[in-house]
């Protein structure tokens, strides 16, 4: 027998069939409210500026393309460090460079599994899709707890937090620290004291996904209610993203800290991220946390990038606005926050406004707000509405 004869057959990605339909669809007013992709109003996901005046400075000034180190560039971390984590107790954190927040993501589901093979990781419904399968990778078993009824477009935080009184010491919950995927909705402020309060009562370890920084309220507003959170807790983890707010998608950027007990436990679990990540990808990608470093490092990229952010998120809320304007049944949109909402339609409607009318969204009901724009927002309100109550 051949190897490759005992794999099973998968079935094509779903995000890939959709890609896929939405290329091969001559229709030229179909709109795409599918891939988590940041789209300006003409629909493009352009460089920012700021990223484009890194890249001629480092075209100019790097000298070499040898190996950084397997924790990345430290003066990258450190930077994003202050933006991400604010004026944290930095001696009890550790820090490294990984490939996009999936790889931080996945670092962290390791070291997890390295000290407590037996720690379960409590996941919303729903959540993005991806976590599973990252979590799942590194042997720790999920459990799942309510998140967000889809109907009525609320959060169900009684229900998740009556699920997680069944979590043990030493479990881990995965929180969204601001504009959570797939449905924009987030916490409040008193919600997150609960689950800090929670979390601590019960010993739990935080393990928060911070991947939209900056689209929902702003770079600070977004961050406040983890720090808050991670003031407040002994340890946790955080795994972040700069995907979406430097839109460095393709360069595979992200970082992950880990907050110990003491400066002791920060080390060796620095030690053991790097022990990690050596056997997972040895050394981390180094253009993307080049550019961000090289504009964190400036006063004026810095202001450049901001400002170009700032426009990102204005032009979130401002379509989040005008749906909820447009299409009554949807006014939550306008309260919730990042570039996705999980709308109140079954896979029957999504595909029939596929079919119908070349909308695409994913087959939960998921899409993405970037897809929105002046032009095309009227005619997409108008084919949702026989879908709605
Ligand atoms: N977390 C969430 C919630 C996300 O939506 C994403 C990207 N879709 C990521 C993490 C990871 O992003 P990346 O690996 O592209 O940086």
Redo the contacts with the bound molecule.
């Keep these: 027998p051949h190897l490759f004869d005992a794999l099973d057959d998968q079935p094509l990605d779903a995000m890939l069939t959709l890609l896929h339909l939405l290329r091969n669809d001559p229709r030229s007013d179909k709109i795409d409210l599918g891939i988590?992709v940041y789209g300006d109003d003409n629909g493009c996901t352009p460089v920012m500026q700021a990223a484009k005046m890194a890249e001629r400075n480092l075209i100019e000034t790097q000298t070499s393309k040898a190996y950084l180190a397997a924790e990345g560039d430290a003066h990258f971390i450190n930077l994003l460090a202050q933006r991400v984590l604010g004026g944290a107790e930095v001696n009890r954190y550790c820090g490294v460079q990984t490939?996009?927040?999936?790889?931080?993501?996945r670092l962290a589901a390791e070291l997890i599994h390295k000290a407590n093979p037996e720690a379960r990781v409590w996941l919303g419904t729903p959540?993005?899709i991806?976590?599973h399968a990252l979590i799942r990778s590194a042997g720790l078993h999920i459990l799942e707890h309510p998140f967000f009824d889809q109907a009525t477009q609320s959060v169900l935080f009684d229900e998740m937090m009556t699920a997680l009184e069944s979590a043990r010491t030493g479990d881990v919950v995965l929180l969204?620290a601001c504009c959570?995927?797939p449905t924009g909705a987030d916490f409040t402020p008193a919600q997150w004291r609960t689950i800090g309060e929670l979390v601590n009562r019960k010993g739990l370890i935080p393990l928060i996904?911070i991947?939209?920084q900056g689209l929902g309220h702003g770079m600070e507003a977004d961050a406040a209610a983890m720090r808050t959170l991670l003031d407040s807790v002994p340890e946790a983890i955080i795994?972040a993203?700069?995907?979406?707010n430097f839109g460095l998608?393709r360069e595979?950027?992200?970082a992950l800290w880990v907050k110990a007990d003491s400066a002791t436990a920060a080390l060796r679990a620095r030690g053991n991220l790097i022990l990690i990540a050596r056997a997972m990808w040895s050394m981390p990608p180094d253009h993307g946390a080049a550019v961000v470093r090289t504009i964190l490092d400036s006063t004026d990229l810095t202001q450049i990038w901001l400002t170009e952010l700032e426009q990102m998120r204005t032009r979130l809320n401002s379509m989040r606005a005008e749906l909820a304007k447009a299409v009554p049944q949807l006014a939550s949109v306008a309260q919730q926050s990042g570039m996705f909402a999980l709308l109140p339609l079954n896979r029957e409607a999504v595909a029939d406004l596929r079919v119908k009318h070349g909308i695409y969204m994913v087959e939960n009901g998921r899409m993405n707000i970037a897809g929105l724009q002046a032009g095309n927002l009227p005619r997409f309100a108008a084919a949702l509405k026989p879908y709605l109550q």
Aim: hydrophobic residues 20%.
């Design positions: 988590g490939p996009g927040g999936t790889g931080a993501l959540t993005w991806n976590h969204h959570h995927n996904d991947a939209y795994a993203s700069c995907s979406k998608y595979r950027i992200g």
